[in-house]
């Protein structure tokens, strides 16, 4: 689909206000919008247009949403007044917002006088807007200022930081499901059929070409944001299912890896996906299989350590899949933020014509990063794992509010993991390209990394650490 991505605001303060903004969600879909990402919701208090709380105003949820539309910025904001008036809302300028959209950002449109003024005249200024926002798109650029959401926010942070402290993280919204189960595709010959099927790249309706998303199934909501997003960018969309033999080590969990296709059919229904492509160990690799990618350079510390020969397998099974799919992009998680970092090496390094998106991190309720590891947690445990979210969350918080140098920035996260009686195994903050420890944090945004083991359970995680 051609279109610009937008980011739109998403409040109300309704009795009903969490139905109000997903029903929103459903009519920017009927609207045509493609809804690629929407952030965890926060409840904050009603402010008036100076930012001094309403005394007796309900407090009002807010999000933001990132859509993919071929409609122009007045076109969009018509259909965002549309759905405003849909949900019943008067504009008497009373304490209710029944619902309220604002138009954020539209691809790189800068319109200081325009109608709607582009970027939204006051994001920059607002905690409820800032603080969902940087956690689907950091570094999507506010367009004419030269900042990033994630400096924006972080530059909010250091002059305010209780407007931040106020907001209060909520469950995320229900997302409109999407589709018919996708077409299973259990080898590489119906995987070519259905390739060499589709319209070629350019032709009309089909102007980005074929969007892959690779997982090992166990599918859950992290990866159904991948499925997600590739659909709003993306006229065709497989994902594909293979727990990789060749990345897992002597007495790692191979053999006892989750496996769920019937549930995994399910959400990538939901999620939009066209095609699943399913193959077995001999399909991927037949009998005298030799040639192997060995990534050096990101590849090599923290789980390059500890995990000899992952990177390999990870590297190797990536690009055959590149070759068999000839995608035009492919959408990565952030949660394995090393392995963005080596497949964005193998890609430049190899000269691989695919572009790679990652997709931040999506996150339980509770806070804890989605994983298919997850299920082997005991309640106990998955309590105690929670730990390593928070720590994490304060590193980031730290570093916003000033603080430069990690020794300072780490300190308070490896006493709070160790005294909720984790093990670490490492605690960084690196460059996010290198994967190589950093000492101070600078103008660049770095990475706080950790991986923790909760019994026999190994945890990742990481929050972008951004000073202003
Ligand atoms: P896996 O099936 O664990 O190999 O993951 C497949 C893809 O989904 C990888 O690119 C992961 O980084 C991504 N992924 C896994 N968990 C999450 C999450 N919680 N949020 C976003 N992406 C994720």
Redesign the pocket.
């Known amino acids: 689909m051609s279109g610009a991505s937008a980011f739109v605001a998403l409040g109300s303060n309704a009795a009903d206000a969490r139905a109000r903004l997903e029903q929103a969600l459903v009519g920017l879909e009927a609207a045509g919008v493609r809804v690629a990402a929407v952030a965890p919701p926060v409840t904050g208090p009603y402010l008036d247009a100076a930012g001094r709380p309403v005394p007796g105003a309900r407090p009002v949820l807010n999000t933001v949403a990132q859509v993919t539309t071929a409609l122009r910025p007045q076109e969009l904001l018509a259909a965002l007044h549309a759905l405003e008036d849909a949900s019943g809302r008067v504009r008497d300028g009373g304490v209710t917002r029944t619902l309220d959209l604002d138009l954020l950002t539209h691809g790189e449109r800068v319109e200081p006088h325009g109608a709607p003024i582009l970027p939204h005249p006051r994001a920059h200024e607002r905690a409820f807007v800032l603080a969902p926002w940087r956690e689907i798109a950091p570094w999507a650029g506010l367009p004419g200022t030269g900042a990033s959401v994630a400096l924006a926010a972080a530059r909010l942070e250091a002059r305010h930081p209780a407007a931040f402290d106020a907001l209060r993280l909520e469950p995320a919204l229900r997302l409109p499901a999407l589709g018919a189960r996708p077409r299973v595709l259990p080898d590489r010959a119906a995987l070519r059929a259905w390739r060499d099927a589709l319209p070629p790249a350019g032709a009309v309706g089909l102007t980005a070409g074929l969007g892959l998303v690779?997982?090992?199934?166990a599918l859950h909501a992290?990866?159904a944001?991948?499925v997600r997003r590739a659909r709003s960018a993306c006229d065709a969309v497989l994902a594909t299912i293979f727990v990789n033999p060749l990345q897992f080590g002597p007495g790692e969990d191979l053999a006892r890896y989750p496996r769920t296709l019937e549930s995994d059919l399910d959400v990538l229904a939901a999620a939009g996906a066209d095609a699943v492509y399913l193959p077995d160990a001999a399909d991927l690799y037949p009998p005298g299989f030799a040639t192997t990618v060995t990534p050096e350079g990101p590849a090599l510390p923290l789980e390059g350590e500890r995990r000899p020969g992952h990177f390999r397998g990870v590297a190797t099974v990536v690009l055959k899949l590149f070759q068999r799919t000839r995608p035009a992009r492919a959408w990565?998680?952030?949660?394995?933020a090393q392995?963005v970092a080596v497949l964005e090496r193998l890609v430049l390094d190899l000269d691989l014509s695919v572009a790679l998106e990652v997709?931040p991190?999506?996150?339980d309720d509770d806070g804890l990063?989605?994983?298919?590891r997850n299920r082997y947690l005991a309640p106990e445990q998955r309590a105690r794992a929670l730990a390593l979210p928070s720590a994490l969350a304060e590193v980031a918080r730290a570093a916003a509010r000033g603080e430069r140098d990690v020794a300072r920035l780490l300190a308070p996260a490896q006493e709070r993991l160790v005294s909720a009686g984790l093990q670490v195994d490492y605690l960084e903050v690196v460059d996010p390209r290198s994967m190589q420890a950093l000492a101070r944090v600078g103008e660049a945004p770095a990475l706080a990394l950790a991986t923790i083991r909760a019994g026999s359970t190994r945890l990742l995680d990481n929050r972008w650490v951004v000073v202003p």
């Open positions: 690779p997982t090992m199934g992290g990866h944001a991948l990565f998680g952030q949660k394995d392995q997709a991190i999506v996150r990063a989605l994983s298919s």
